[in-house]
């Protein structure tokens, strides 16, 4: 069946620190691709999503490709902040409406 | 425009009992999908309906269960509670469910089973 798998974390890093969370997946065809992150005591929000191969998703200055030649759709951003502290998890969603999780990553941005 | 909203936020219940947590989706959504959050199964999809009807359904016991009604507004049942059923439990909505539609989550319920 269809998985996600995302870098362990926590990944803790400094303030305008590089960031990149991998993330690769399994699937059968042309699965859409999401990132979405969780801030403490709420709901996953949208960060950004990809439908088909080659595409980038961005926003808030993060960015993913998806790369269909290795099966992966790595998070990005150039220079984090603390307000980017969250758990971050990349999903997948094809055919049926069933978003399969990865296990999330938990940052933290010190300043 | 209002996102989806869940309600209660918080939950206590026991053993044994039941429990119902309702979802209002974003205005002009019709599709609705539960998800439950452990911290030891991470993310699981439970069910979506659409229209009033279940359309895909995940792989949990028959104890929990769902209805949409036609405003799409949506319910989600839990009988005969169990200690493992504690965890946060997330409702999403998207237009009409497409592989390329972002579903839109609300904060959740925590539901604790003492």
């Known amino acids: 069946g269809n998985s996600v798998t995302q870098m362990e974390g926590p990944v803790t890093l400094s303030e305008e620190a590089f960031l990149t969370i991998n993330c690769t997946y399994t699937?059968?065809?042309?699965?859409?691709l999401f990132w979405y992150v969780q801030y403490p005591g709420e709901g996953l929000q949208l960060l950004l999503k990809?439908?088909?191969?080659?595409d980038k998703g961005s926003n808030k200055g993060f960015e993913a490709t998806y790369r269909k030649e290795t099966t992966s759709f790595h998070l990005e951003k150039g220079s984090v902040q603390v307000s980017d502290s969250a758990v971050y998890f990349c999903a997948l969603i094809q055919g049926a409406q069933k978003l399969v999780f990865g296990q999330g990553t938990r940052l933290t941005i010190n300043p | 425009k209002a996102g989806v909203t869940q309600t209660p936020r918080y939950l206590i219940k026991t053993r044994g009992q039941q429990v119902t947590l309702s979802c209002s989706p974003i205005?002009?959504?019709?599709?609705v999908s539960w998800y439950q959050q452990t911290p030891g199964q991470g993310l699981q999809f439970l069910f979506e309906y659409f229209s009033e009807t279940q359309r895909n359904k995940g792989n949990f016991p028959g104890r929990f269960s769902g209805r949409q009604f036609s405003n799409s507004r949506s319910e989600m049942n839990v009988s005969t509670l169990e200690l493992g059923d504690s965890a946060l439990y997330l409702c999403a909505s998207s237009l009409v469910g497409g592989a390329d539609q972002p579903q839109h989550f609300g904060d959740g319920t925590r539901l604790s089973i003492l």
């Open positions: 990809a439908t088909k191969a080659d």
């Open positions: 205005s002009g959504h019709r599709s």
């Open positions: 699937a059968t065809g042309y699965p859409s």
